[in-house]
């Protein structure tokens, strides 16, 4: 329990029933590389998280350990339209975030800092995040704003100005498309069928090395975090299952020779745009 939690303010029923049906954010230009042709589509692979429009309401991650603020916090949210998981551990945060369009984020957690929750967290996702905290001082909202928080609001918060900032703060943010194929040479990666080739030659992967492939040829020439990688495919960027992550990766070498996978020591992967 954090001691200095305050209570949320009950602004009475009716609160927050405004219309949030309208906000739609823009998708990125494809990428232009020539090398490596992406397509676009609706496709989701698993793991992935932001939609483009929120005329369904967003799904919010409430981290907060305190129960009466948390279901404040989740039926003023649920009256605006958004569905909420809340969570009171920052392990969990880390677990759940792979759906949620926004998370709220208290900094004093059950099992760790919000302030360490968010470094955490921001290792592999621009998931926008609004600090809400009791914390006050200048130098906890410097620190959580370095740490990549998009806004820091101090309990107790009203609640009209919490629903405002959710959604100028999701206005603000482009999520990453997703690619539902991939073309590098002579492989190409049909994300949505789950169905890989090598000129004529069909691969059979497992779906933890399918998931590897993708977590790193949809961004091809870019380095990719180990983290980012568990967190893609295992949905948990902190697992202790690295062990069997590099067995993974080097089936996936074996079974796709024609793939050019770099390792970058003590930064992760690049999956080469020319095979
Ligand atoms: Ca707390």
Redesign the pocket.
Same mark, same amino acid.
Not at 106 to 109: A, H, K, S, Y
């Given at each position: 329990? %954090?001691a =200095?939690?305050s209570r949320m303010p009950s602004d009475g029923p009716g609160d927050g029933d405004e219309a949030y049906a309208d906000i739609l954010v823009g998708s990125p230009p494809p990428a232009t590389d020539p090398y490596v042709r992406l397509t676009f589509g609706s496709f989701r692979p698993p793991g992935s998280t932001h939609r483009h429009a929120y005329d369904e309401g967003m799904h919010v991650l409430v981290a907060? %350990? %305190?129960g009466s603020?948390a279901a404040a916090l989740v039926s003023a949210l649920q009256r605006a339209g958004h569905s909420c998981t809340r969570v009171a551990r920052g392990s969990d945060l880390l677990l759940r975030h792979h759906d949620a369009h926004i998370v709220l984020l208290? =900094?004093?957690?059950e099992d760790m800092d919000?302030l360490d929750a968010l470094r955490r967290l921001r290792a592999v996702s621009q998931v926008p995040v609004i600090v809400v905290?009791?914390r006050g001082d200048e130098r906890s909202t410097v620190k959580a704003l370095s740490l990549g928080a998009d806004d820091y609001l101090v309990k107790p918060v009203r609640l009209h100005e919490l629903l405002a900032r959710l959604v100028a703060v999701t206005r603000r943010y482009t999520p990453p498309d997703e690619p539902m194929r991939v073309l590098a040479g002579s492989i190409d990666i049909d994300i949505e069928a789950r169905r890989v080739t090598a000129g004529e030659r069909e691969v059979s992967l497992t779906p933890n090395e399918f998931g590897i492939l993708v977590s790193l040829a949809r961004r091809a020439g870019q380095i990719v975090t180990r983290r980012q990688v568990l967190d893609e495919v295992w949905g948990d960027a902190y697992a202790t299952s690295s062990r069997s992550f590099d067995v993974h990766l080097g089936q996936l070498r074996q079974k796709l020779p024609e793939a050019t996978i770099t390792t970058v020591r003590g930064v992760g992967y690049r999956f080469e745009h020319r095979p």
């Open positions: 329990m %954090d =200095l939690s907060e %350990d %305190d603020v208290d =900094l004093g957690l919000g905290t009791a």
